[in-house]
């Protein structure tokens, strides 16, 4: 039984259970529906995504593949063949004691079957449901009106759709590979009243491609969707219940080929009988014409995967569901109570390979058609390999009409594109803390065997949208916060109340503590405090504790914070305009700096600075008439020269604020310096903070190299020959140890400091960074900036800059459950010790991402937690405690870790690890890193966790089957392989960003989102759907918008009509469209305003304003698109998703090998 979940008092086994969302199932529970393949299974009661499986080399089981091109189809219906790597549905009850069918493979009725794998498995009693939550391709609602309780949660509200159905694999052709999908529906348990075995013929020939290929979509309104069929395929009708038909699999003709063969060693694909007979497990026959069974596997240009080898795992056990390109996803819940874990095929936990008994059992052939020749190889067709749009389409409609109520213990949340509602209830939101799996393996060995990495990615102060509250604010008065005596970890809805209530022991060290008098309360009889709903850290899984005075510098309470705002005023920024346009900005939105809720203005005070060479101050006091100008120029020694009228409240200096403001652009105005300094305006900054002892943010606006003489000057290094040499990693390093000083001064002070740069040329970000990366800033770059195709996108990045939410002095600790700690982390901070993660300012949009290690074992019935605590000022002044708390379960099956990844959050990871990588090592190394962990991870799932089948096959955990497209994008980035056009300073700015990227930034910054604008429906609110990012998905004659979280394309075909381009241009043809357009024009028809809701909407969610660049097809632009559609080869030799996928397939092959 999966951990510590909540007991889920689900429907007796095997009755009927509430319909997926999207499937309505009138008749799921004893009759079947029409065109819908026959259930043969028990109630499904596990997770497993239905997962795609591809066609095995030449001859292969009928049962295992697709249709070719134009073929009918027919399919199994519950005399399902299955996948070699499907987990299956859950057995019936066995009868008489003789095992339960498997998942596994038809046979000819009369024919006695064995169990698919070990005779040990057979199990009696009910089959517990499999691990926790997990995300499918699709997870479901919970039922109307049954909302659950922080207590418990019931099944009640965790429907169960028919099982899910096909596997994803892989199969080699000699030279190309073709991929094709089985499929498996779950038979009802013995004794229900469901009708008898239905069959329907199999499938012949391999996997057909039409419209959107293996994803096919459900249809809405019938139960279980058909076995993965290409859409626009004719599909057998299932018989009607009580109709009773031989389990006889009838070959289908396909015009051109021939049936076919016996099976080469592709898997099993044994049927369940109809009684409870064991049954025998399919198996490898003799090789087909022109297919090689022998030999390692030879090397191939351009990552084609090579022939298969011999090795077909012997002794495997099926694991968790694999990727699906189809099928109704498994509902995420927790086990029910007191049932066993089952092993054969079904959804329960997964048994190792067990010693003395052999995989699948060779020569028994296998029924159906005699052999032919086998359909000629070709390449893979895009089609047939995992769509992250599929994936993503799928997650919105199945877990986005929902809630996502967080009281369950390590459940998958929904992916970061679904939009989604989250309910509390013990728990941390996801827009919090996101982990790279739900279900951490209780040993360090099980850990390295399966290389998952163990992160969360934690973003402390994030945003949340209306509709959810706030963390609550609780004050415990001068006592402060109760907290473990030993760990210090602060109360929480885990910690264990004794005795009455009068102690309580800590969920994290295991330490009894005395309950404080003043916080004492009764408990009830289910051993909870009365006072558990009234108390929010006691019943939520976040919220914010008023931190005392022992929790302040200097035990004395802060001040509030101060900005600084720091203006270049060299000859560059001056002539450009950006001088006269930021004091423009600036006299408007120093009315919208941050304040608490309920406060009337904002407690920030401000300040200014000007600078070149030297630096100029200002004195804004309220009482002078016109502001006062003070130089520095002696920078070696920086100081301020006042302390009184430099830093002021913005309502009582107003006039003079804004008279300096109109003046410093007229006195720069005739200027002739070009040269600037950096590290003393930083310094002039933290010596103003120190002098008015507050924490505070540099606003700094900057446009060169600092090479004029004085601290931190720097030369100009740009060496584009370093590139792919084993000095490439200095040019992201910085060229002096001067500003990681500075950077920790700074941190001391609660000095953060956010860059604002308008670079014409090469300014080493790399250098210049290292402060506002230290201190938890920010970097905006702007490079050749030109006012008029600039100034939208810097202005909104300045005004959502200051207005946002921020902490102050900020220092953040992980806490874990004894078993794992916190060893690692990744982010915009700074570290004295290995705990503490020190930051000068934390604002809503940075995230720390915290990697885990085991230091002992850890038990499946405890789980593991984490308690994220941050300490910060608020923009009041106010010093705060806010607590995150997550619990995950542990698991000591791999295939329960495999089935509760989280693909997008394991890529966040994979990137900062990579990113930090190329600090120190060359590139090349860590890129072929990343590629053998990704490797070892889909190895050790094949080895474990999937049933035996050829090694022709790759075989993807279903909810990591998007691993391979993503890992590509990560290797393919500027950053780890740059094109030509790329600066040195955009690879050092790029690689500083995504440190600090949460997982949806990074989701759609390596898989940018790809839309038709033509197909936009203008009537409606919604934006229309999405499409893979390969140039052979766009079409001429269309228009569309594709963003990545920094920039905005809309790409225009040569065929436009020209009607759209009038509605949206403004301009009758394709050549009078301009390409230096910054903004769509104002143009009143439906489709202008369309396009442009969609590009605010795309814009209101992201942290930064994205650029609008205009690119028409076949223009010079157009390579710098080209660069984002991220599953095509790649200029600077990135592999195609395609090949890239053959590779991995390689490389998992001699893994296994």
């Not at 199932?25 to 499904?44: D, E, F, K």
């Not at 011999?310 to 694999?322: D, I, T, V």
């Not at 600084?564 to 950006?578: E, P, R, T, W």
Request: charged share 15%; with cysteine.
């Amino acid at each position: 039984m999966s951990v510590n979940q909540q007991a889920h008092t689900g429907p007796p086994y095997g009755q009927p259970q509430p319909g997926y969302q999207g499937y309505q199932q009138p008749a799921y529970g004893g009759q079947s529906l029409p065109g819908v393949p026959q259930l043969q299974y028990g109630a499904y009661n596990g997770p497993m995504p239905g997962y795609q499986q591809p066609v095995p080399p030449q001859g292969y089981f009928p049962s295992l593949g697709f249709p070719s091109k134009g073929s009918p189809v027919s399919l199994n219906s519950d005399t399902s063949s299955l996948a070699p790597n499907f987990i299956g549905s859950l057995r019936a009850p066995p009868t008489s004691g003789a095992p339960p069918p498997a998942s596994g493979a038809s046979h000819p009725s009369g024919h006695l079957a064995y169990s698919q794998f070990e005779h040990g498995d057979v199990q009696n009693g009910i089959p517990a449901s499999a691990t926790p939550m997990q995300r499918p391709p699709a997870s479901q609602p919970f039922l109307p009106g049954s909302a659950p309780t922080p207590v418990s949660q019931t099944s009640a509200f965790q429907q169960y759709g028919p099982p899910p159905a096909s596997v994803q694999q892989l199969s080699n052709h000699m030279a190309g590979m073709t991929i094709g999908s089985a499929t498996a529906s779950a038979p009802p348990p013995a004794g229900l009243g469901y009708g008898p075995p239905t069959s329907v013929p199999p499938v012949s020939g391999s996997f057909s491609a039409t419209g959107s290929g293996l994803y096919t979509p459900y249809s809405a309104s019938q139960g279980p969707p058909p076995t993965s069929v290409s859409q626009g395929l004719p599909l057998a009708q299932p018989p009607f219940p009580g109709q009773t038909v031989s389990t006889q699999r009838l070959p289908t003709q396909v015009p051109g080929f021939a049936p076919p063969p016996p099976s080469t060693g592709v898997g099993p694909s044994s049927y369940p009988p109809t009684t409870g007979a064991p049954r025998p497990p399919a198996m490898p026959g003799p090789p087909l014409p022109g297919q090689t069974l022998a030999g390692p596997p030879s090397s191939q240009p351009n990552h084609v995967s090579s022939p298969p080898p011999p090795s077909a795992m012997s002794g495997l056990h099926p694991g968790p569901p694999m990727s699906g390109l189809q099928g109704p996803p498994p509902p995420t819940h927790p086990p029910q109570p007191g049932y066993q874990m089952q092993q054969n095929g079904s959804f329960g936990q997964v048994r190792g390979p067990q010693p003395n008994y052999g995989g699948a059992y060779p020569g028994t052939p296998n029924y159906g058609s005699p052999p032919g020749p086998p359909p000629p190889p070709k390449r893979l067709d895009p089609d047939s390999i995992p769509s992250p749009i599929q994936v993503i389409e799928d997650d919105r409609s199945n877990r986005g009409s929902e809630p996502f109520v967080t009281g369950v213990r390590g459940q998958v949340p929904p992916l970061v594109t679904t939009n989604f509602l989250v309910k509390d209830q013990g728990n941390a939101s996801p827009r919090y803390i996101r982990c790279t799996s739900y279900n951490i393996p209780c040993t360090s060995d099980m850990a390295k065997q399966s290389q998952v990495p163990l992160a969360a990615v934690i973003k402390p102060l994030a945003a949340l949208p209306p509709e959810e509250t706030l963390p609550y604010l609780v004050d415990h008065g001068e006592s402060g916060p109760v907290r473990c005596n030993r760990c210090k970890a602060y109360m929480c809805p885990f910690m264990q109340f004794i005795e009455g209530g009068r102690r309580f022991q800590c969920c994290f060290c295991s330490c009894v503590t005395e309950v404080p008098p003043h916080y004492f309360q009764h408990l009830d009889h289910t051993g909870k405090r009365v006072d558990f709903y009234d108390r929010p850290e006691l019943s939520l899984g976040s919220y914010e504790f008023l931190a005392t005075v022992d929790y302040c510098k200097n035990n004395k309470f802060p001040s509030p914070p101060a900005f600084i705002f720091m203006i270049d005023v060299s000859y560059n920024a001056v002539k450009s305009g950006l001088v006269r346009l930021i004091c423009e900005e600036l006299k408007s939105l120093l009315d919208y700096l941050p304040r608490e809720g309920n406060m009337e203005e904002s407690a920030i005070r401000v300040g200014f600075v000007t600078y070149n060479k030297v630096l100029h101050f200002y004195n804004v006091k309220s009482s002078l008439a016109q502001p006062q100008m003070m130089v520095v120029s002696d920078v070696a020694d920086m100081f301020v020269p006042l302390l009184d009228g430099f830093l002021v409240n913005v309502n009582e200096s107003r006039t003079v604020i804004t008279s300096l403001l109109d003046q410093i652009p007229e006195m720069f105005a005739d200027t002739r310096e070009t040269e600037t300094v950096f590290a003393p305006v930083i310094q002039a900054g933290l010596e103003a903070l120190k002098a008015a002892e507050c924490a505070g943010k540099l606003f700094i606006f900057h446009t060169s190299l600092p090479i004029a003489e004085a601290p931190g000057k720097l030369k100009n290094r740009d060496d584009r020959k370093l590139i792919n040499t084993d000095k490439e990693k200095t040019l992201f390093q910085p060229q002096t140890s001067f500003y990681n000083n500075l950077a920790k001064d700074c941190v001391a002070q609660g000095c953060c400091v956010d860059l604002f740069l308008f670079p014409n040329q090469y300014l080493d970000v790399a250098t210049l960074g290292v402060v506002p990366y230290q201190t938890g800033g920010s970097i905006y770059k702007y490079a050749y900036f030109q006012l008029e195709t600039d100034q939208d996108r810097f202005l909104n990045d300045l005004r959502r800059d200051v207005q946002k939410e921020v902490g102050f002095d900020a220092v953040m600790r992980v806490r874990t459950s004894t078993g794992i700690r916190a060893t690692d982390f990744f982010g915009a901070f700074y570290m004295s010790n290995t705990t503490d993660v020190e930051m000068a300012g934390l604002d809503c949009d940075k995230t720390i991402t915290v990697e885990f290690k085991h230091d002992d074992k850890l038990s499946e019935d405890s789980g593991a937690l984490l308690q994220c605590a941050l300490l910060y000022t608020s923009c009041a002044g106010q010093r705060r405690l806010r607590i995150h708390n997550l619990s995950l379960n542990c698991c000591t099956q791999l295939a329960d870790l495999y089935r509760n990844c989280e693909t997008d959050t394991l890529i966040n990871y994979l990137a900062k690890y990579a990113y930090r990588g190329v600090l120190s090592s060359p590139v090349k190394t860590v890129r072929d890193a990343l590629v053998n962990q990704c490797a070892q991870i889909l190895a050790c799932y094949r080895k474990n966790c999937a049933s035996p089948s050829s090694a022709g096959q790759l075989i993807l955990p279903e909810c990591m089957k998007l691993l391979p497209v993503y890992l590509n994008c990560v290797l393919k980035s500027d950053v780890l392989q740059p094109g030509p056009e790329v600066t040195t300073d955009d690879r050092a700015y790029i690689r500083q960003l995504v440190t600090s990227m949460d997982v949806a930034e990074t989701n759609v910054f390596f898989y940018p989102r790809l839309l038709p604008l033509t197909k936009a429906d203008v009537d409606s609110d919604s934006l229309p759907a999405a499409i893979r990012n390969s140039e052979e998905r766009l079409s001429k004659g269309d228009i569309y918008l594709l963003e990545n979280g920094l920039n905005i394309f809309v790409w225009v075909g040569v065929s436009v009509q020209q009607s759209l381009i009038q509605n949206l241009f403004g301009v009758s043809s394709f050549g009078q469209i301009s390409n230096t357009l910054s903004a769509l024009p104002v143009l009143e028809n439906p489709f202008s305003k369309k396009v442009r809701s969609i590009v605010d909407m795309l814009q209101g969610q992201r942290s930064r304003y994205m650029k609008l660049i205009i690119v028409k097809q076949e223009d010079k632009l157009e390579m710098l698109f080209k660069h984002f559609l991220v599953e095509d080869k790649s200029l600077s030799g990135g592999a195609s998703y395609v090949d890239f996928l053959c590779h991995m397939h390689k490389e998992i092959r001699q893994l296994l090998s």
